[in-house]
């Protein structure tokens, strides 16, 4: 099985950088994801990692370090749009192919102030 | 296809009746999954398919849920006798894991919102 831990809530103000940890243990491992949920919505598709190191994409980065079984969500200039749930994800290994089912954790709240 | 849709939106139930909800994947996804949410937490695994096929199944998924994808297309998911700890919202998402073709990650639809009273 998988353990996923991130934390409850992080609060930040419009302009900063705010970064997100996401620590697991896992049984077996095919790449980490990141999803934003704004309340009431589906989780929207922001990142991937599946080899260490920094992903960049515009305001939003994520690192992955698989030795440590740990992971970051990197938001720069904040902006209140980005006030959200944060949703760190693991893949399944599977055995015959690499599409396995998504492990969540309980996702990050967001909330940058003026 | 502009994504991922999901039929209704919102539904309300007496305890004790039955359900279905609807899902229509990206249109080239030959994987499709179904998740639950409840508030407060992240979405947790149900069932997935690959094209027809109902690959897995989260223990989770007692013997009151089905789930079918009878074409390979769209996919609906049953629940015989509400119970209200059913209520919570239903995620579908899909992929694929065609090589070359399309990104990694699971794109989901908007999401069915179950309240069994």
Not at chain 1, 63 to 86: N, P, T, V
Not at chain 2, 25 to 31: G, Q, T
Not at chain 2, 36 to 41: A, C, I, K, Y
């Amino acid at each position: 099985g998988q353990n996923i831990d991130q934390p409850t809530e992080m609060t930040a103000t419009e302009g900063a950088i705010v970064q997100i940890n996401c620590t697991y243990q896992t049984s077996g491992f095919n790449g980490l994801f990141w999803y934003q949920q704004h309340a009431g919505e589906a989780p929207t598709f922001l990142s991937y990692n599946v080899l260490d190191g920094l992903e960049e994409k515009g305001r939003f980065s994520s690192f992955l370090s698989r030795s440590k079984g740990y992971s970051y969500l990197l938001l720069k200039e904040l902006q209140m749009k980005d006030s959200a749930s944060y949703l760190c994800a693991v893949r399944d290994r599977r055995t015959t192919d690499s599409w396995g089912k998504l492990q969540f954790g309980a996702g990050t709240q967001v909330v940058v102030t003026p | 296809d502009t994504g991922v849709s999901q039929d209704p939106r919102h539904k309300i139930t007496k305890r004790g009746q039955n359900v279905t909800f609807r899902c229509d994947p990206i249109s080239e996804h030959n994987r499709l999954y179904w998740y639950r949410q409840t508030l407060g937490q992240g979405p947790e695994f149900l069932t997935y398919f690959q094209n027809e096929a109902q690959l897995e199944k989260s223990r989770l998924l007692s013997d009151r849920f089905s789930a079918e994808r009878p074409k390979g297309s769209f996919s609906t998911l049953e629940i015989q006798r509400t119970e209200q700890g059913d209520s919570a919202m239903y995620l579908c998402a899909s992929s694929s894991n065609t090589p070359g073709q399309g990104p990694n990650g699971q794109y989901f639809g908007p999401g069915t919102r179950l309240t069994v009273t």
